[in-house]
RNA sequence: GGUCCUAUAGUUCAAUGGAUAGAACGGAGGUUUCCUAAACCUUAGAUCCAGGUUCGAUUCCUGGUAGGACUACCA
């Protein structure tokens, strides 16, 4: 419609003014809803061809396009914007069309369809997870069902760190204190059991190093020196030498945290097609490094580390093997990079991680460039924002990691309550309770956070729940439980739904409005997998629930006693369901047919 | 010190350079013999400051102010 209304009124100024228009300067957009009208167009940039007021001009080409084309029916000049009616025919015609397309994302497909891989989650294996990576796991998920649902191929892709000091820490904590705690002996769940061990270690060494300044030794060398963190250091030495005893218990308590992890990856309803392994990858990069200093791209200082000077790129000299010759981050994620080139070929690579880490993405991609790789072109930072509490970030040292286990169990059980409250699902059995509980629980985690715009940071506040009334997933959840209950409903009284409309029959003004919402949503679609922004396609699905709660308020469907008008909101009905079940699904978030 | 990001009702979030800056929660008030009141309706309440570009700026530019991140031989 919009291509539609740009052409006629190119020809419409072609013929008052005798001026070939240039496309820009046809600005059209949706009529804002408190404006008669369905679509604007803004006659600022067209005065210098008409020389005359904003309203002047307005109405001559409003009445022009009225005269030449049926399908206005209308239209009105407001200071310098021509809103133009389109007839109700044209719109319950236009939404015929749509209900014969069982394709709701045809229109999404991308002419080029390019293989992409994301990378999300990116767990260090020495914690269990926390509402950081709840953000991160479900705009990671999301973008893998909006830019497959564009025609992309993606591959989602795990990097776990898996090696370091940090592991070494909580291993030898629960080597020295563990006896022999096991998650089946304890009960505690493999990454938690893991994560208590790491603490352990914290508190112990800092314990150590206070006792070492208590004795008169000057703070940074207690920090230092501290037996603990001597002994963790070695142990990583033994590692990377390949000491038995430690590669076995590695092994064993990593493969605890893994067991932690695939749980509460199920209950988010997340999953990878690909898991890599910096205890893999991080040899790859040291042999990359290796080679580029040869090819003289990387310097040697005197102690034998290697560098890259990236000064003249407005970046910093960058280590990337110790004086030691062992790897740091940015060494195995160069490893990472290639090796998924090698093995996808892929031509974009998302990296959904945080925003702290901007300054580690630009080195990364710089380097591989400077390498000679032309696809680090493809690389692309999704640089999310950080969730904060309300008195700033998340600190373990305080205590204020919001645990995902934790706030998954929670909210669940907030949706117990709230729904034996109301007591609507009284029919029901308490395994299919449950699962609705589950469902209405996970989806306002999930909405609460991907409603949000992801480049933004983000505040949680775990003092006041998180909502089920208003914009909130629950809301958009009911609406589609509703509509749901109409069909059913509509089936035990013998309404037979049938799938024509009749197209000179008269729409009312809460249908049309409707059907325009309805319109919107591929474009939405293709919109937020443009942009990365799950966030665009969340608003809209709070937007289209809305609308269809004032529809569903004003008009009634089922004791319609006109079959073809009954008919109609049927259809609208149906359609609106499929639309919000699509869209959610899109995000990752489940529909309850009651709740 | 340098680089980057952010600033919108009491609070949490919206707004391709366009009209009277939208919602939600919270506040005040109202709607149920009728398809689910987790709903609907009414109401009060906001663009950090100062310049600039523009017919038009929350949006773009410059300079402040205030927060935050990064600037590790951590990840």
């Given at each position: 419609m919009e291509i539609f209304l740009k052409e006629n009124i190119r020809r419409v100024i072609k013929e008052l003014y005798n001026a070939e228009v240039?496309?820009?300067?046809?600005q059209i957009q949706e009529t804002r809803k408190d404006f008669k009208g369905d679509f604007t167009l803004i006659v600022f940039p067209l005065l210098k061809f008409s020389k005359n007021t904003p309203e002047k001009t307005g109405e001559m080409i409003g009445s022009q396009l009225m005269d030449s084309s049926p399908e206005i029916s209308g239209y009105n000049v407001i200071k310098g914007f021509l809103n133009i009616e389109i007839s109700d025919k044209w719109w319950i015609s236009y939404f015929a069309g749509m209900m014969a397309e069982?394709?709701?994302?045809?229109?999404?497909?991308?002419?080029n369809p390019e293989v992409i891989l994301v990378e999300y989650?990116?767990?260090?294996?020495n914690k269990p997870l926390h509402l950081g990576h709840i953000r991160n796991n479900l705009l990671g998920f999301s973008l893998y069902r909006l830019l497959s649902a564009c025609g992309h191929k993606v591959i989602k892709t795990n990097i776990v760190n898996d090696r370091g000091i940090h592991i070494c820490k909580s291993m030898l904590a629960w080597q020295k204190y563990g006896n022999g705690e096991t998650p089946e002996s304890s009960g505690i769940k493999g990454d938690h059991l893991v994560g208590k061990y790491y603490v352990l270690f914290e508190k112990m060494y800092k314990f150590q190093a206070e006792e070492l300044m208590s004795k008169g030794v000057e703070p940074g060398e207690a920090k230092n020196s501290a037996p603990l963190l001597m002994e963790a250091r070695e142990m990583l030495l033994k590692w990377e030498a390949g000491d038995k005893e430690i590669i076995e218990l590695w092994k064993k308590m990593n493969s605890w945290v893994y067991d932690g992890f695939n749980k509460t990856y199920e209950a988010l309803g997340v999953n990878f097609d690909k898991i890599y392994y910096e205890s893999d990858t991080y040899k790859i990069g040291k042999d990359l490094v290796q080679a580029a200093l040869k090819d003289g791209i990387m310097y040697q200082m005197e102690d034998k580390s290697i560098w890259v000077d990236l000064t003249s790129e407005g970046l910093d000299q960058k280590l990337l093997l110790r004086s030691d010759g062992t790897a740091v981050y940015m060494t195995q994620d160069l490893g990472t990079a290639v090796l998924r080139q090698q093995e996808y070929k892929f031509d974009k690579c998302l990296y959904v991680v945080g925003n702290e880490q901007n300054y580690h993405f630009q080195v990364l991609k710089a380097v591989l460039a400077r390498m000679g790789y032309k696809w680090a072109g493809g690389l692309h930072h999704f640089s999310y924002g950080m969730v904060e509490l309300p008195e700033g970030r998340m600190k373990s040292r305080e205590g204020t990691i919001v645990d995902a286990d934790d706030l998954i169990k929670e909210m669940k059980e907030t949706a117990r309550e709230v729904s034996l409250q109301l007591g609507k699902l009284g029919d029901y059995n308490d395994e299919e309770k449950e699962e609705i509980f589950r469902k209405i629980g996970l989806g306002a985690l999930k909405y609460f956070i991907l409603k949000i715009d992801p480049r933004k940071n983000m505040t949680f506040n775990p003092t006041e729940s998180i909502d089920f009334n208003g914009n909130t997933g629950p809301f958009i959840q009911y609406t589609y439980a509703r509509i749901m209950s109409v069909f059913r409903k509509g089936e035990q009284m013998g309404i037979k739904f049938n799938n024509t409309i009749l197209s000179e029959m008269k729409g009312g003004e809460k249908e049309i409005d409707l059907v325009r919402q309805l319109r919107r949503f591929q474009a939405i679609v293709s919109e937020a997998a443009a942009v990365y922004s799950p966030a665009l396609l969340a608003n809209y699905c709070y937007d289209l629930a809305k609308e269809f709660n004032q529809f569903y308020h004003d008009y009634s469907i089922l004791s319609e006693t006109d079959v073809r008008v009954r008919n109609f909101r049927l259809a609208i009905s149906k359609y609106t369901s499929e639309v919000l079940n699509t869209a959610m699904w899109l995000l990752g978030i489940e529909m309850p047919e009651r709740m």
């Open positions: 240039n496309d820009d300067l046809i069982t394709d709701l994302l045809k229109n999404c497909r991308v002419k989650s990116s767990p260090n294996t």
